[in-house]
């Protein structure tokens, strides 16, 4: 089975996370009291190497950490009888911070709506920003990103599938017929 299109190559998805680290200094004048909270799974390594980034341009630590929505999500029933519950680890006081939540693909925002619930449950930052790789459109609720590496738009029938390094063995963003993963 091969992808209907590659939408991101390794470079491009190194360069969309450099301009979205330039952009999230501009819009915060800075990265003080920045942190950032990947979306298991893909959105963790993700805010890692985002995180990287903005330390290295601004010489500040940036903390990261990880959040499991899975009890949160509204479809929880439909998804499985046993759901998996993986971490959520946030080793950091979320008062007075900004926090970038970051995740690999926006679609019909109802992920970002569980996480903002699950990070709320944890504390109430200063501000809540939404970094992602891709925009596919196809929005269910009333949510967009404030940083986007990539719009795509598509189709219902299609699935965007991003592949990073620290799980995939590479980083590439494709596009997928749904009946050729059945």
Known sequence: MTPKATILTADEVRRALTRIAHEIIERNKGAENLALI????????????LAEKLSALEGVDVPTGMLD???YRDDLSEVAQQPIIRETQVPFDLRD????LVDDVLYTGRTV??????????????????????????RELPIRADYVGKNLPTAATEVVKVKLQESDGVDSVELWDMEALR
């Open 38 to 49: 990947g979306v298991h799974t893909r959105g963790i390594p993700l805010a890692r190497r």
């Open 113 to 138: 709506r569980a996480a903002l619930d699950a990070l709320i449950d944890l504390g109430r930052p200063a501000g809540i920003q939404l970094a992602v790789l891709v925009d596919r459109g196809h």
């Open 69 to 71: 929505i899975t009890l």
């Open 97 to 100: 911070r900004r926090v970038i």
